[in-house]
């Protein structure tokens, strides 16, 4: 079915008000939407006093990706995921990588149902569905009923996420949700998101990645350091004993080098000085297990163990090098037991990002 014909998908995540306007729950601005008119995100729509999603069924980024690029270090390692992504965004990056779809007014994609994407996953031998791009939450219609087919099929399903959820949204995907990236920017400090991305704080990021823990969802955090306007040590302190007093020393923490992009190309790529000074702090605070991401070769891409300090999964980029972890997942010098979810797959081959 084309695209354009497509019938628009009631959206769950919503409350109808007085006047015939709507209220969107799916993410924490809480749109209020009159007839006619769109959220913030572009994709959720009041018509006729009901709020619909416009890309249910609609994807405009496919991919099989290594599960490592969420990024995912300590979930189903060596794998590879089925990533989709459609256009909107209830954020607005000034640094996006992924503009071109998420800042996107226009329909556009292609139709991809439920059970053809699933039937795709399998046939391409993934082991996990993957919501990443833009941000998942604004579809979430379609996510759930994505993530349901691929549980049927034996699929993991994961979200790449902002975080800027609302509790109806984690109530509502939780159940369904196996693993999720959730996405600093800047270490969350509200200056930053207040002029970066037109976001008023972290808060609700907070209370969802400490929600979705609770419901026994992976939780990794990912934290992009931009250069000269988002380095606060400060800030990604009190991101870091945040993340150690509500979801555990053990979770994953990753760094991640800026690259300039979008409306913001002056700036130049994140220093590696600047993402080591910022590891050091966050280790500090007790993070067991944290990761520079976007510096391929440096060895603070690796698992080390805790306990006795020995690289216990050696990684370059994407790709896993050596597995030094006994079959229950203990450190093979020490035995120390090492939170990864799965191990790699004994057929495991380095894998990249190959479009659908």
């Known amino acids: 079915m084309a695209v354009a014909d497509r019938v628009h998908h009631p959206a769950s995540l919503s409350v109808p008000l007085d006047h015939g306007k709507v209220r969107c729950t799916a993410c924490a601005r809480y749109c209020t939407v009159p007839d006619g008119s769109h959220g913030f ?29 969420k990024p995912l270090s300590h979930y189903r390692p060596g794998t590879r995921v089925y990533s989709i992504g459609t256009v909107g965004c209830n954020w607005r990056c000034q640094y996006c990588q992924n503009a071109e779809i998420s800042q996107e007014r226009e329909l556009v994609g292609r139709a991809l149902p439920p059970q053809q994407a699933v039937r795709q996953a399998v046939r391409l031998g993934c082991a996990g569905m993957t919501f990443t791009y833009n941000e998942p939450t604004i579809f979430a219609e379609y996510a759930l009923d994505l993530m349901r087919g691929a549980h049927d ?54 209370e969802t990645s400490a929600a979705l823990r609770d419901r026994g969802v992976h939780v990794e955090i990912t934290d992009l350091i931009v250069p000269q306007v988002g380095e606060s040590d400060e800030a990604t302190r009190k991101l870091a004993r945040h993340v150690v007093d509500r979801l555990g020393p053990s979770t994953p ?62 990684r370059y980029g994407f790709t896993i090098r050596s597995w030094n972890l006994d079959p229950q997942n203990r450190c093979a010098g020490c035995g120390h037991a090492i939170p990864i979810v799965g191990r790699p797959p004994e057929d495991y081959v380095p894998a990249f990002a190959r479009a659908v």
């Not at 006729?48 to 609609?58: E, F, I, K, P």
Request: proline share 8%; with cysteine; net charge negative.
């Open 41 to 69: 995100c572009f994709v959720r729509k009041n018509e006729g006093g009901r709020l619909v999603l416009l890309t249910y069924g609609v994807a405009s980024a496919i991919q099989v990706d290594p599960v490592e690029k």
């Open 153 to 206: 099929a034996g699929l993991f399903t994961n979200f790449v996420t902002n975080g800027y959820m609302t509790p109806e949204a984690v109530a509502y995907l939780g159940p369904q949700l196996d693993a999720i990236s959730i996405d600093f920017k800047g270490s969350g400090e509200p200056g930053f998101m207040r002029k970066f991305i037109s976001a008023k704080g972290p808060e609700p990021i907070f």
């Open 253 to 314: 923490f990753h760094l991640l080098r800026f690259h300039p992009d979008y409306h913001m190309r002056d700036l130049p790529v994140t220093p590696t000085a600047t993402l080591e000074r910022l590891h050091t702090i966050v280790k500090a605070e007790g993070l067991e297990y944290v990761y520079l991401g976007n510096v391929w070769g440096h060895p603070l891409e690796h698992t080390y163990c805790p306990a006795c300090g020995a690289v216990a999964v050696e």
